[in-house]
């Protein structure tokens, strides 16, 4: 059995076996089951039937199996399930690698470009990750590139040196070997076990799921990004969500559905090396790797909110797939309504189009300029939004100068808002800056950095929530109260927020 953690212990052979004879899907992600017998491994789910006991190991990832020498296993497509809630949530730095390698870092820059950006030597960085993944990051990295490159295979019509490359590997014949050694057939086997399938719409379309541990609220979640959508770079519309994304190759666009047991997924990307981090954003978003029985089990506890959970189970806090873009939502968010938080991001957005139209396409309007280029933006980058006049801001001076005083510090690189920073070292920075204040620390650590434990007692809302609820409602006193909800206290938040 691999030494590895799940949840805050050292696994155990008895529960993990425990979960796959019962195959409790709540396990999927969390380990992965090989099968020493016939070489293969898969998630705890697996409808096969159970393995003896003398056959079964136990992995922390998918890479440690894969190193082990087995294939994952076709009928229940382990790559496939859900990620670890304990990884996604974790502040440590094995966390924050494992966030920074989903979204595409090492195909990126390299080892050295990762553990620059978690400030350890690679030889540490590998020593951590071996110790609790199973496998160092550039084996996690290639079972990342191992699962895109399944996608591609499946849903696209593209060509095989096409999918190598836009998978993140380094040559066809690494590609080959990898598919080879991790799926047990050759690239062209595995298109053909699954049926050849066009590009929906055409070059840089691609349909997938993006499995989640049941239940989920879906309405919660399009309720929340429904009423803080911006236009030009997000919609909620017949129940899927549409947003523009800024992707590290290129833009993109998706739209999320959710549906029994996955969120269907249509992305466009203009660089198909953007598909593992647009997934990895996607998920984030909806934070579809959370475990929510755990959850509302901790949250149920409590006789206040016992009724809300048992009416909703499995809310979600809804993340986001840019850092800089909720910093500035916070910001021009603070003491203010959600409306008219909104309407003043709409009119910044719409200053930065007429200033774009200023500069690059003199004499073009900004629906013309909407219009040759189609569908939804990214959210503007900081040095853009540094380019936007003062008067194009529509806010306070002191609020605009804070928005200021943040896209200077992220475009001169002394704040990193990615999902994989520092959490700490970043509340403190955002906190130096003028104009942010807990509130807005505490906003960010819940939905930019995946925090699961913030509350944020000083909130309108969450004090009126708490009240309709019969709790608490003074800062302070649910302050004290919420330490009954711990480590879940976010999860708690979106649901004071749903009561208000």
Known sequence: MERGIIGDVEMDFERCYRAVDSRDQRFDGWFYTGVTSTGIYCRPSCPATTPKRQNVRFFPSA????????RACRRCRPDAAPGSPHWDVRADVVGRAMRLIADGVVDRDGVPGLAARLGYTERHLHRMLRAEMGAGPLAL???QRAQTARILIETTGLGMA???????????RQFNDTV????GVAPSELRSARGRRQAPVGAGTITLRLAYRPPLHARALLDFLSVRALPGVEEVRDGTYHRGLRLPHGAGEVALTPADGHVAATLRLADLRDLAPAVARCRRLLDLDADPVAID?????????APAVAAEPGIRVPRAVDGFELAVRAIIGQQVSVTSARTTLTRLLAARVDHEVVVDDAGVSRQQLHDQRGGLRGFPTAEELLEVPDEGFGMPVGRRETVRALARAVAGGELDLASGGDREETARRLLALPGIGPWTAGYLAMRAFGDPDVLLPTDLAVRRGAA??????TSKTLDAYAERWRPWRSYATIRLWRAA
């Open 63 to 70: 890479a440690a199996a894969q190193g082990a020498g087995l």
């Open 141 to 143: 990295a290639r079972a």
């Open 162 to 172: 096409e999918i190598a490359f836009a998978a993140g590997f380094g040559s066809v």
């Open 180 to 183: 080879r050694e991790v799926y």
């Open 297 to 305: 089990a901790t949250l149920a506890a409590d006789p206040a909110l």
């Open 468 to 473: 309709a609820l019969g709790l608490p409602d």
